[in-house]
C-alpha cells in the first residue's frame, strides 16, 4: 500500500513558477514509477508527466516540455514538480500517482494504482 500527499499548489501570477511535491508512505516507493495528472473544471484529468522508478526515464505531456520538470528523491521518498513559466491554462488540480510498473514511464491514467488527493494551481493572468 502506498499512500500519497501532494503539496506545494497556490496562487501565482503568468510567467511565475511552483515546485510540487508528493510525499509517499510506504518502504516500497523507489520501486515505483510516479506520474502527474491534472484536471481543470470541465475537464478530464490529462497526463502532464512521467518518471521511472529509477528516475532514468521521463516522458512529458507536448504542452508543459521546457517548461516543466519532474524528479525524485528515493531516499526522501517523494517526486517533485517543477513548474516554470506557467500560464492561465495550467489552471488545474494536480495529482501525483503511483504505479507498479517497473522501470518505465506509463502515460495512462487507469493504469496507475495509488492516487494523491490533489492539490490546487491557479495562475492569473
Known amino acids: 500500500q502506498v499512500q500519497l500527499v501532494e503539496s506545494g499548489g497556490g496562487l501565482v501570477q503568468a510567467g511565475g513558477s511552483l515546485r510540487l511535491s508528493c510525499a509517499a508512505s510506504?518502504?516500497?516507493?523507489?520501486?515505483?514509477?510516479m506520474g502527474w495528472f491534472r484536471q481543470a473544471p470541465g475537464k478530464e484529468r490529462e497526463f502532464v508527466t512521467a518518471?521511472?522508478?529509477?528516475?532514468?526515464?521521463?516522458y512529458y505531456a507536448d504542452f508543459v516540455k521546457g517548461r516543466f520538470t519532474i524528479s525524485r528523491d528515493n531516499a526522501k521518498n517523494t517526486v517533485y514538480l517543477q513548474m516554470n513559466s506557467l500560464k492561465p491554462e495550467d489552471t488545474a488540480v494536480y495529482y501525483c500517482?503511483?504505479?507498479?510498473?517497473?522501470?518505465?514511464?506509463?502515460?495512462?491514467?487507469?493504469?496507475?494504482?495509488?492516487w494523491g488527493q490533489g492539490t490546487q494551481v491557479t495562475v492569473s493572468s
Open positions: 500517482a503511483a504505479g507498479n510498473f517497473g522501470d518505465v514511464v506509463v502515460r495512462t491514467a487507469h493504469l496507475y494504482h495509488y
Open positions: 510506504g518502504r516500497t516507493f523507489s520501486r515505483y514509477a
Open positions: 518518471i521511472s522508478w529509477s528516475g532514468s526515464s521521463t
